[in-house]
T-cell receptor, first 109, second 111 residues
Framework: KQEVTQIPAALSVPEGENLVLNCSFTDSAIYNLQWFRQDPGKGLTSLLLIQSSQREQTSGRLNASLDKSSGRSTLYIAASQPGDSATYLC????????FGKGTRLHILP | EPEVTQTPSHQVTQMGQEVILRCVPISNHLYFYWYRQILGQKVEFLVSFYNNEISEKSEIFDDQFSVERPDGSNFTLKIRSTKLEDSAMYFCAKRQGTEAFFGQGTRLTVV
């Protein structure tokens, strides 16, 4: 049974810092991995999608990496801003999509 | 224009009542999902729906739940007799290629 774990559960950093969010999964037989952003009480916004054959994807200040064999992914956020404050969810897909519990990120102005 | 539109955005219902949550995927797709997120908990898989049939369902998706695509565009989740513990955000998603797109969710509050 696929389990997705995200560390840390919560993180507070001063504005401008670079940071890394971690995701691990137990079954490496995945088609892809997605990182989502969720604002409080809101829906899920897709940030980055990494196919199982890819090692990383970049979008603006975000960079996501995937090491499928070791069951790990990281989301790197450069030059963090207060608007980056949200919960970041990692999700892996085989047939269905399995989510981690998320990392609650707070960027201090 | 959003990829996936869900209505209503918030629904309050009395325990024991039936509710229907709606999802409009905009374009013509075959593969859909329903997920739920109880407040403060992780997003959980309920059911996947492929080519107008349920392809997989979780243990949460019991006889109280059903899904339909009644008119070829709307995609509905029905909860027959709601319980307090059904209070959650319900997300519809469609799969486009290899990527999943989620709606903004319906917040269901059972009182």
């Amino acid at each position: 049974k696929q389990e997705v774990t995200q560390i840390p559960a919560a993180l507070s950093v001063p504005e401008g810092e670079n940071l890394v969010l971690n995701c691990s999964f137990t079954d490496s037989a995945i088609y892809n991995l997605q990182w989502f952003r969720q604002d409080p009480g809101k829906g899920l916004t897709s940030l980055l999608l990494i196919q199982s054959s890819q090692r990383e994807q970049t979008s603006g200040r975000l960079n996501a990496s995937l090491d499928k064999s070791s069951g790990r992914s990281t989301l790197y956020i450069a030059a963090s801003q207060p608007g980056d404050s949200a919960t970041y969810l990692c999700a892996v897909r085989h047939d269905k999509i399995i989510f981690g519990k998320g990392t609650r990120l707070h960027i201090l102005p | 224009e959003p990829e996936v539109t869900q209505t209503p955005s918030h629904q309050v219902t009395q325990m024991g009542q039936e509710v229907i949550l709606r999802c409009v995927p905009i374009s013509n797709h075959l593969y859909f999902y329903w997920y739920r997120q109880i407040l403060g908990q992780k997003v959980e898989f309920l059911v996947s729906f492929y080519n107008n049939e349920i392809s997989e369902k979780s243990e949460i998706f019991d006889d109280q739940f059903s899904v339909e695509r009644p008119d070829g565009s709307n995609f509905t989740l029905k909860i027959r007799s709601t319980k307090l513990e059904d209070s959650a955000m319900y997300f519809c998603a469609k799969r486009q290629g290899t990527e999943a797109f989620f709606g903004q969710g319906t917040r269901l509050t059972v009182v």
